[in-house]
């Protein structure tokens, strides 16, 4: 194992896909599952993520699904990656996760990010527009000024039981979220691995404006992305086939399905563009046997001079993803 690799924390994200034959409870529970897996295998943290009317994702309440994977664990780090801050009032968040972090002391993260809902209409139904996402830093801002007590709009209105509790707090990012992250001195996440030209230039900007605050000392950075292992190529490259295609799928339908076994990917008979756009959406991830994805990340932590790598892998076989997991901690020497 490389020095750099030895010393990179490794956590894993999921994003409650649903899949063909498993609905949307099932898939709710299976990232419960999952998460106990990631604990048994070594993995840092465990983080949920947030959707809105989306049919192949049931992880609409980060919250309260880190509530379930937190009692379901006993380890493991367990947040939001993330909860969408422009979606929601800062108050409520701090409550939120002040009632997670008093039930789960010591293990909570509060992953924030600036996306707003992803229509118009589900952006009318959340009572925000796009606009919203361009006051994230103010209400990041008035967020932790309600877990740390300064907070000074709101006079003699306390967030409880979050006030005073010290809940990590780190800024989702693409793009401006990692400018937002530096000056409130926050750490950063930040992806994904193919677009490695756009995720550098996001590290350099938060890196070189980094302000200390109460909350970090020193930049850290967590780069996140699909990573799939397996003991030959081709099996690694059948992990990312279901994503592939519902991304494929949704850009050329309008609609993000749920996930489908590779075997009947395989079987269809796509159109030009959905071909391509599949065929995209295969490239730049970390896949392979471990000798090559041991490789990719050495290569990918020295570029980056990564603190942590946040796996976000989906795929329809459930147990070839415990595989690759278990493969991939095995490379991290995790345990």
Request: aromatic share 6%; charged share 20%.
């Amino acid at each position: 194992m490389s020095s750099s690799i030895a010393t990179t924390r490794f956590s894993f994200l999921d994003r409650s896909r649903t899949r063909e034959g498993h609905d949307g409870p099932q898939a709710l529970r299976d990232t419960v599952t999952l998460a106990a897996t990631a604990e048994a295998l070594g993995y840092h943290r465990f983080w949920v993520s947030e959707h809105h009317s989306v049919p192949g994702v049931a992880g609409s309440a980060p919250t309260v699904l880190a509530a379930a994977v937190a009692a379901a664990t006993s380890t493991i780090r367990v947040g939001t990656g993330g909860v969408m801050l422009p979606n929601h009032q800062p108050f409520v968040v701090a409550e939120q996760f002040g009632v997670l972090a008093s039930l789960f002391p010591g293990r909570i993260d509060m992953g924030l990010g600036r996306s707003v809902g992803f229509t118009d209409g589900i952006r009318r139904a959340l009572g925000r527009d796009r606009q919203d996402a361009d006051a994230f830093a103010g209400q990041l801002a008035e967020l932790l000024g309600w877990l740390d007590g300064t907070q000074q709009a709101h006079p003699q209105v306390h967030a409880r039981p979050a006030e005073g509790l010290r809940v990590p707090p780190y800024v989702l990012a693409t793009g401006e979220g990692a400018a937002v992250a530096a000056a409130a001195g926050l750490p950063l996440v930040v992806g994904d691995l193919r677009g490695r030209e756009k995720l550098m230039r996001a590290v350099d900007v938060y890196r070189s404006g980094f302000r200390p605050s109460a909350w970090g000392r020193e930049p850290y950075v967590i780069v996140s992305g699909t990573v799939a292992v397996a003991g030959t190529e081709e099996e690694a490259r059948r992990l990312l086939v279901p994503e592939a295609w519902s991304m494929a799928y949704s850009r050329t339908h309008g609609s993000f399905p749920p996930l489908v076994s590779a075997e009947r990917i395989e079987a269809l008979a796509m159109t030009e563009k959905e071909r391509r756009l599949f065929e995209n959406g295969l490239e730049g991830h970390l896949a392979g046997t471990e000798d090559r994805v041991r490789a990719g990340l050495e290569l990918v932590i020295e570029e980056t001079g990564a603190d942590e790598v946040l796996v976000t892998t989906s795929t329809y076989d459930r147990e070839a993803l415990v595989d690759s997991m278990r493969r991939l901690a095995r490379i991290a020497g995790l345990g």
